[in-house]
């Protein structure tokens, strides 16, 4: 996550990530261009947004290639008008998961004139997991990665991640 507030990120925040290769983590990702208007576009939006709410928040950042290692390697300016983008990507957000994810904020950074950057300031959400509506899959991040899971897959994973009980006759830790 970039530590800023996220209407004070300007390009040179976004120039400061490429300088010290900053790498993906569970609180931030790269996206070198927008998600497509298709579905498979919206699903990969919602896969992204899902999983960084679902774990610790953080920032997606459109317009930002990365390495072979995840590190961030050069903005890659977007051209479009700024205002419909963020509305388009927010409208997806916040109609697109279930439970709703509240918190989200997408603002366009001018990298250049007339072409920008994205980003979608995700809060750790307080009333998950949240799934893809139209799949009905859960997306946690695994690593650096995402894997999706159906609802009894959600509540194993949720087992197997949760304190285990103490066994009868220990006393509680």
Known sequence: MIA????????????ALVQNRAPESRTLEFQAALPARDNQGRHELLADISALGNVAGGDLIFGMAEDDDGAASAIVPILCNPDEECLRLQ????????????????VAVSVGPDVYSFVARIPQSRNGPHRVKTN???????????????????????????TPAPQSGTPPA
Do not use: M
């Open 136 to 162: 009905q899959l859960f997306t946690p991040p695994q690593g650096l990665r995402k894997r999706q899971l159906a609802l009894p897959d959600t509540r194993l994973a949720s087992c197997r991640t949760s």
């Open 91 to 106: 409208d997806v957000i916040a109609n697109g998961l279930e439970p709703k994810l509240s918190g989200v904020h997408v």
């Open 4 to 15: 800023l507030p996220i209407d004070q990120i300007t390009s040179a925040s976004l120039e």
